[in-house]
T-cell receptor, first 114, second 114 residues
Framework: AQSVAQPEDQVNVAEGNPLTVKCTYSVSGNPYLFWYVQYPNRGLQFLLKYITGDNLVKGSYGFEAEFNKSQTSFHLKKPSALVSDSALYFCAVRDLADDYKLSFGAGTTVTVRA | DTGVSQDPRHKITKRGQNVTFRCDPISEHNRLYWYRQTLGQGPEFLTYFQNEAQLEKSRLLSDRFSAERPKGSFSTLEIQRTEQGDSAMYLC????????????FGDGTRLSIL
């Protein structure tokens, strides 16, 4: 069975500083990894995915993520955070053995202060 | 692309009543998923349709829950004899048949049981 851990409940950064949201995963086969963002009372918006290929994946709104197979991690990054990036971020994994479902972490609340 | 649409956005009902939620997926997507999200947690998989066929159900989906997708387009999720523990956000997502494509989520239906 697949699982995801987001070790930080909250991340606080100043606007203009780099932002990192951590994620580690566990799957039995090859991982297919996703990041989503959720704003209050809204659904999840897709940011980026890793399926195969380059370990550095670029996504929407200036976000990128680095896949590290040896550390089983998929950390989300943004070089210069904006106040509007304040939201709840979820990492998710899909295992091809159960390719119909995503398994999500508990989420990380990001607060970017002006 | 009008996105995934869910109705209603909010539902308040008394314990013991039946409720039904509707999801309209992105039109060209043949896969449809239901998830449940409680406060402070990531979404948890409930069930999955490919076209009109319900292919997987989580053990979270007790016999009080039923989901349908009669014509392979919209889907309904019904909860009978609601309980306090059913209070949650119910999220619908859809995706194309390509396994490497992301799931796209609606804004959810928030259910509150009095």
């Amino acid at each position: 069975a697949q699982s995801v851990a987001q070790p930080e409940d909250q991340v606080n950064v100043a606007e203009g500083n780099p932002l990192t949201v951590k994620c580690t995963y566990s799957v039995s086969g090859n991982p297919y990894l996703f990041w989503y963002v959720q704003y209050p009372n809204r659904g999840l918006q897709f940011l980026l995915k890793y399926i195969t290929g380059d370990n550095l994946v670029k996504g929407s709104y200036g976000f990128e993520a680095e896949f590290n197979k040896s550390q089983t991690s998929f950390h989300l990054k943004k070089p210069s955070a904006l106040v509007s990036d304040s939201a709840l971020y979820f990492c998710a994994v899909r295992d091809l053995a159960d390719d119909y479902k995503l398994s999500f972490g508990a989420g990380t609340t990001v607060t970017v202060r002006a | 692309d009008t996105g995934v649409s869910q109705d209603p956005r909010h539902k308040i009902t008394k314990r013991g009543q039946n409720v039904t939620f509707r999801c309209d997926p992105i039109s060209e997507h043949n896969r449809l998923y239901w998830y449940r999200q409680t406060l402070g947690q990531g979404p948890e998989f409930l069930t999955y349709f490919q076209n009109e066929a319900q292919l997987e159900k989580s053990r979270l989906l007790s016999d009080r829950f039923s989901a349908e997708r009669p014509k392979g387009s919209f889907s309904t999720l019904e909860i009978q004899r609601t309980e306090q523990g059913d209070s949650a956000m119910y999220l619908c997502a859809s995706s194309s048949g390509d396994w490497n494509q992301p799931q796209h989520f609606g804004d959810g239906t928030r259910l509150s049981i009095l």
